[in-house]
């Protein structure tokens, strides 16, 4: 098998956690998406439970089929982490103590003022003519092995650790193995349109792309709150297929106009703050059912600090009134959730942080506190906005209580980005 | 092999989709609630493409190593659907059309007044000598097979027509053939400890487990921030395994003290609203660098409203000292992240809402904002109690700016727990 040549992979993830109903592995998503973008398929992915037999196993069915075989999980201090022992038993390459992986790890507990646990020793144990790949996150170090079959790349589960390592050393090795064609994703946001409608006015524009010189394949999906469209380009070079991307892009923009949020995978959150940004507003929030989500979504984005001012969780009426000056007869004559109070929110916040806009919400999160008037879910979101404009909208949201002020934050953000488009 | 002592299984799941990164098979998690609920261990799991020679491979492989396989998806009508083929193929009993199936789904589509399309024909295309299980909710008839080796459980992808089908025929006859001793489980959340001492805590009790009546198999998780234990009972009975859950939990319990925080798997924020609630105390939160995150969390919980009575995001320094009362010179002397500023912070918010508790919150989430003496990461929790009693903690947290916000969070709401505990 030609080394420049790898086309194929499978994905065996380890750990016992994963065979449970509560677990899911995720990290193979993030890797077929690395393998992909590097022209390799994924032929088929397997998860097997922290036994040194299975894993033995699951490697050497893995080696017969595919070029790479990528594990992931089990590199950690415990006598349950066998991940390291079986590679090197499958491989015939015996474990023995790596020096400077040991020192590593050592120094990494030192930089805490830590002493390292005897148990972390076992990571320093490396499969003899392995190479260690370095963890720039945690103290497990990652294997790459070249075989005659195949090329076996072991990786740290957790997923910060896989993807840090993955990008510092796995993928520029990887691309030097692998053939040229590679795919190349692209990934559009689009709010306030329900899937269908979105692929209603979206299909006539792509399903063209299939037969072009750079074909692109997209799929609709549907997430919380969003539906995103991924385009899928397979081309020789990351230029040739970014310039397909880019027309590709401008075509869906032109008929998806204001829905669209983002065509480079930007959150809702994100796309807010850029353009808050760039028209120097700052905004403050004040926020009832949706308990702070607003604020710690807009300060999720690095720099949010600059147009972030202040945001106030105002969860009893009292707090309404005291902190927010929402006038308490607004409150008794048309509710805690009404348009009203809403409005009053939204103002309250806005002139109170002196800022350019203000974000008012109030509603039933449930699962209490529902009436035939108002289920639960009702959601009222008020923007109050330069010269006192006020914009209100009332919601009937689906869902249980996490979903309501998911979906409540989401409208919130995007009245206020269509707002800033104007 | 007895059939009535079914084991061990491996689930196969088909479709091409499911080896993109946008699609992650969940059907395996409710088939593997209601195998280990039968007291069957699932051995692996895999994940194969709509490919005859991979999805015929993947079940030789399965048999040799499992009492049961379960293969979902591919069983629709279209080209891309070959399962069917592929498992009459692997189990050597060759396809022939079923008039009953067939009719089944002619009536399907007439009840709808539709005409069959002629390629849900192939639907009604069953191995000789399987048992067809009907289908309440889709066209695709699921199959039970019995083979020397092992039993075979085809059922359709959709997740509510393998719910249907599992729930209405196949359930009752794996009961049947298999034994009834069930998988019981519990998860024990710490904090504030390293998933190494957690180990090192716990393995001396729990590895007793695994010999006793009721056999108890313990593993330890990292999660964001908490360690988890998870115990799985091996009993003919709820009952059973619920007593000896029952014990394991307080001997744990014994030697993990206060840096258990729960045995139901209850969330750390939902622990402190339990207790806020029975001391009938009241807690206020005065954040910057986590940026309404600790709010949120504590009103994600139903019923919050009793004990959650208002926050502020005081992101801008103009912002901590207008809403807060924080003092100019505080921050002028010691810096907005400094132990001063999170006292006032904390002590700020409980005056202001009035509450018995109040949390400040004040930190570089990073990136930017960092320096040699205060690196991004650096993070102070203060809590001011009944009698102005105030406690600090500073943190010195890794990872970014999402990371850092989340431990902080952490950090925050187990201080709260911890002295609510006392």
């Known amino acids: 098998m030609a080394r420049n040549q790898l086309r194929t992979a499978v994905i065996i993830a380890v750990g016992s956690e994963l065979l449970t109903p509560e677990r899911v592995d995720t990290n193979s998503l993030f890797l077929t ?60 390459m015996p474990l023995q103590e790596d020096a400077d992986v040991a020192a590593a790890i050592r120094s990494r507990f030192a930089a805490r003022g830590l002493a390292m646990p005897a148990i972390n020793r076992r990571q320093a144990l490396v499969p003899r003519g392995a190479t260690v790949l370095p963890n720039p996150d945690g103290s497990a ?9 195949m090329v076996c790349i072991v990786l740290p589960g957790p997923p910060r650790e896989l993807r840090g390592m993955f990008e ?92 669209l949020v983002s065509s480079d995978g930007a959150a809702l959150e994100e796309v807010v703050g850029r353009l808050l940004r760039a028209q120097g507003r700052r905004v403050a929030v004040a926020e009832s059912c949706t308990g702070g989500l607003i ?35 607004l409150i008794e004559d048309h509710g805690a959730v009404s348009e009203p109070v809403a409005r009053a929110l939204a103002d309250g916040c806005r002139m109170r942080a002196g800022t350019d806009y203000g974000l008012g919400v109030t509603g039933i999160a449930g699962p209490g506190g529902g009436s035939s008037d108002k289920p639960v879910g009702t959601v009222y979101v008020a923007l109050a906005g330069p010269g006192g404009r006020l914009r209100v909208r009332r919601l009937n949201l689906p869902g249980d209580r996490e979903r309501v002020k998911h979906f409540a934050s989401q409208a919130a953000l995007d009245l206020l980005r269509r707002t800033l488009l104007e």
């Open 33 to 92: 998406d690395a393998l992909n973008e590097l022209g390799v398929q994924l032929r088929y992915k397997v998860v097997v439970g922290d036994a040194r037999d299975d894993i033995g196993a699951a490697l050497l069915a893995a080696a017969a089929q595919a070029d790479i075989v990528v594990v992931t999980g089990g590199l950690g201090p415990t006598d349950d982490d066998v991940t390291r022992e079986a590679v090197a038993t499958a491989c015939g």
């Open 168 to 259: 510092a050393v796995a993928r520029t090795r990887l691309a030097a193995a692998c053939g040229r064609q590679g795919i190349f994703r692209r990934v559009l946001r689009v709010t306030g349109r329900p899937e269908s409608y979105v692929d209603e006015v979206a299909s006539p524009v792509y399903s063209r792309w299939l037969s072009a010189a750079v074909p692109i394949s997209t799929s609709v999906l549907a997430t919380r709150g969003e539906v995103e469209l991924h385009l899928s380009a397979r081309a020789a070079t990351r230029e040739d297929a970014d310039g397909a991307l880019d027309a590709a892009t401008s075509e869906l923009a032109a008929v998806l106009g204001t829905d």
């Open 141 to 149: 170090p990652g294997l790459w092995i070249e075989r005659p079959e």
């Open 295 to 329: 604020a710690s979504r807009l300060t999720d984005v690095p720099g949010s600090s600059e147009y972030v001012h202040a945001g106030w969780v105002a969860y009893h009426n009292e707090a309404k009134t005291a902190l927010l000056g929402v006038d308490a007869r």
